[in-house]
Nanobody, 126 residues
Framework: QVQLVESGGDLVQPGGSLRLSCAVSGFTLDYYVIAWFRQAPGKEREGVSCISKNDGNTVYVDSVKGRFTISRDNAANTVYLQMNSLKPEDTAVYYC???????????????????WGRGTQVTVSS
């Protein structure tokens, strides 16, 4: 049974940092593209970052470039999103997603992904 479980969400002050984790079970990550999405109330789900399956190439949405870092530990079957210099507009539920045969230029599109976690809440507020 495929399962993705996110953790690490919390309430943090502007300028703070969080590290999200996504533990994957039911298959090995080696052959899959992995992404983080987020969805704020009243907004569409937005692709934040993704990482390729082979060479570690990454993609970031412009609003998080230089602040967020995606990484993967295939041995641990876990994906991470390090988030620094957090802003109130980063407040959202964050989801990890896994898919196969995804072109990197399409990796921030939610329709490309087969498997999703249930999300973890990130709130940035003073």
């Amino acid at each position: 049974q495929v399962q993705l479980v996110e953790s690490g969400g919390d309430l943090v002050q502007p300028g703070g940092s969080l590290r999200l984790s996504c533990a994957v079970s039911g298959f090995t990550l080696d052959y899959y593209v992995i992404a983080w999405f987020r969805q704020a109330p009243g907004k569409e789900r937005e692709g934040v970052s993704c990482i390729s399956k082979n060479d570690g190439n990454t993609v970031y949405v412009d609003s998080v470039k230089g602040r967020f870092t995606i990484s993967r530990d295939n041995a641990a079957n876990t994906v991470y999103l390090q988030m620094n210099s957090l802003k109130p507009e980063d407040t959202a539920v964050y989801y990890c997603a896994v898919g196969s045969n995804i072109l990197l230029r399409r990796c921030t599109l939610p329709t490309e992904y087969n498997f999703w976690g249930r999300g973890t809440q990130v709130t940035v507020s003073s």
